[in-house]
């Protein structure tokens, strides 16, 4: 294209005519060679405040992407609109790699988009400085700093750019950083003399609501139910995106579920099943929607309690895109607060678990001291916690610590479990078990453990089936193996989970003292984290807007007047929490009652019915019989 004004450019592959928000700012900077730390909500359209600018210009634009399938997504919409681009992601053979980069120099395209651990590899760094590259872009910047919620150690590879290529610009992009994680990116980035542009987090089509529901499920369904767009709900646990998926499918909804346990091929068709409106209902894990552009989302579900706001909103942002009135809601019940507690912060390793950590992988490999560096294992991670009675989810998080300050190298390669599938139909699979008794155990743990046996190879954790049926991992192991060889099962096994090298000389408490204050920083940092979500979700009393505003430093003027708090406000009039009570107390005269038939015949808010449940409970005016349903005492 001749004309390389940033609207014409706009035009010609987006069609839009004009600029949102501060993108043409950010552009117009960049293009005068400054850097840029952008601070734009979910859906300002980040990723054009660098292609524009990098189209506007001779040279390619290296950008650096926390996800693979982010970065493919990108890559795809480019080459879509006839903009030569190339992803250089983990998998690809050294051969090719060097082809590819080659490619960047002699091929006339755009855009390299790398992820941060790329960026050590020398081969790479020694091309990059070979190349006219015209702009850096780092996306999703929070990842940068080590306050962000996501911090990625790999992305502090990205400060390296700055002294490979220092005359060419950076622009750091995020939607979700509180004023630590700004200072932060832009001293890891030596932004000295940047222009820091905050458009407004605010997104005034989007009514943030926190639904309390003793029958999630059912209330979910409810809220399904009231929507005709795209909906997105994020779980935590792949099973729980099997299992909701399939209870709204079984309840009438077009639903399906996406996760990062099912392959590629079936990945793509889930997506793109949704992205076309064959599906409703995407049922999803949290690495879903970054980089997805579905204007039509209207309803974003979190079915459980995220670690953290930043998580939260980013996630709940999806919805609304085209400025369309949408929802965003966390579906919540009494025992989610202790859950968050017990998953995030119970499960945080302290200096002297990671001293006791260090020291048994020390031992486990027969380590002395001051040896052991640039030495390299296979570690069977279910093996070794066993043997020192080691609780898993704490050893894990310690090993990923000290991965993170450079302590050992956890190697990706590594990270493929065993996995599983079913060849054979369910009913030719009973045939088989009424004549292999001994195997039943096992595979009824397997399958239901695992719902996508039969769909996909899984990956599947022997020791945890052990553990839920009993038996011992070998014998596990043994079953699997005669399945496979009854060609029942497709079945990879890896004698080894992990692939760990040891950075340093063994020395014990000493090594672990060099980063104690930090973990302790980050620990603290992560508690803060969960007590501003667990705030944010027991707020009865101010506007959902204006608190999440707040959050990352920005002031609302009014109420949105759409939030669950908000809509209280306007219903609750000063008599009203008499009469639910009054009412309540007429219909049990007649009849007990559950608390999801005493919210459909009131015409009330549940979550005002449910307050009103509890102040008559303290009253004794009411019980709840063995049914679990309400009567008058």
């Not at 081969?123 to 990842?143: G, K």
């Not at 052990?466 to 991992?473: M, N, R, T």
Request: hydrophobic share 40%.
């Amino acid at each position: 294209m001749k004309n390389r004004h940033p609207k014409a450019l706009l035009k010609h592959y987006w069609g839009y005519d004009d600029f949102r928000g501060s993108q043409e700012t950010v552009i117009d900077a960049l293009l005068a060679k400054q850097d840029v730390l952008a601070l734009l909500p979910t859906g300002g359209g980040k990723s054009l405040c660098f292609q524009v600018p990098a189209l506007a210009q001779e040279g390619i634009c290296i950008v650096i992407s926390p996800l693979v399938a982010l970065i493919q997504n990108q890559v795809d919409r480019l080459k879509q609109v006839g903009i030569k681009a190339i992803a250089l992601t983990g998998g690809i053979p050294y051969e090719e790699v060097i082809q590819l980069l080659d490619n960047c120099r002699f091929g006339n395209y755009k855009f390299l988009y790398l992820s941060p651990e790329r960026l050590k590899q020398d081969m790479v760094q020694e091309r990059m400085q070979r190349m006219n590259v015209n702009l850096i872009a780092i996306d999703e910047a929070h990842c940068i700093s080590q306050w962000g919620h996501d911090f990625r150690p790999a992305y502090l590879e990205c400060s390296k750019l700055r002294e490979l290529l220092p005359d060419t610009p950076i622009v750091a992009l995020t939607a979700t950083a509180t004023e630590l994680v700004t200072t932060d990116i832009l001293d890891n980035l030596q932004m000295n003399k940047a222009l820091l542009i905050k458009d407004s987090f605010a997104r005034d089509n989007i009514a943030f609501s926190v639904v309390w529901a003793e029958d999630k499920p059912h209330r979910l369904k409810q809220l399904c139910a009231a929507v005709k767009n795209s909906v997105i709900i994020y779980v935590r646990t792949r099973r729980s995106a099997q299992s909701l998926a399939a209870y709204l499918s079984a309840s009438g909804h077009s639903a399906t579920y996406f996760h990062g346990g099912i392959e590629k091929l079936e990945k793509q068709k889930r997506l793109q099943r949704w992205l076309t409106d064959q599906v409703t209902i995407m049922v999803a894990t949290n690495a879903f929607g970054m980089g997805i552009d579905k204007p039509d989302v209207s309803l974003v579900v979190h079915y459980q309690i995220p670690d953290c706001l930043e998580n939260y909103f980013q996630e709940a942002g999806r919805a609304g895109r085209d400025g369309a009135p949408a929802k965003a809601v966390l579906l919540t019940n009494q025992t989610d607060a202790q859950q968050v507690k017990d998953q995030f912060l119970s499960v945080l390793p302290d200096t002297a678990f990671l001293k006791k950590l260090y020291n048994k992988l020390n031992n486990y490999f027969q380590i002395a001291y001051g040896e052991g560096v640039a030495t390299t294992y296979p570690l069977n991670f279910n093996e070794f916690c066993d043997t020192y009675g080691l609780n898993t989810l704490l050893a894990y998080n310690g090993l990923r610590i000290l991965d993170q300050h450079s302590v050992v190298a956890l190697s990706e390669a590594f990270s493929q479990k065993t996995t599983v599938r079913m060849v054979i139909g369910k009913e030719e699979l009973f045939r088989y078990l009424e004549g292999h008794k001994s195997t039943v155990p096992i595979v009824q743990t397997l399958l239901r453990t695992y719902g996508g046996v039969f769909d996909y190879d899984t990956k599947i954790n022997p020791h945890l089936i052990a553990k839920k049926s009993g038996k011992s991992e070998s014998e596990v192991l043994r079953v699997l193996k005669k399945l496979q060889e009854n060609q029942i099962i497709e079945y990879q096994a890896k004698e080894s989970d992990l692939l760990i090298t040891f950075l340093v000389p063994r020395e014990d408490d000493r090594t672990i003292h060099q980063f104690a204050k930090e973990v302790k920083k980050r620990h603290q940092l992560k508690i803060e984290n969960v007590h501003h979500m667990l705030d944010y979700v027991n707020n009865k009393t101010r506007c959902r807007k204006k608190q999440l505003l707040a959050y990352f430093g920005e002031q609302a003027n009014a109420d949105c007047g759409r939030c669950d708090v908000c809509l209280l406000r306007k219903k609750r009039a000063p008599d009203s929490f008499e009469t639910i009570k009054a009412q309540i107390l007429n219909l049990l005269a007649q009849k007990s009652y559950g608390s999801r038939m005493l919210n459909t015949f009131l015409d009330y808010e549940e979550n005002q019915v449910l307050e009103a449940l509890q102040k008559l409970l303290e009253d004794r005016r009411i019980t709840v019989n063995t049914k679990n349903e309400y009567e008058i005492l």
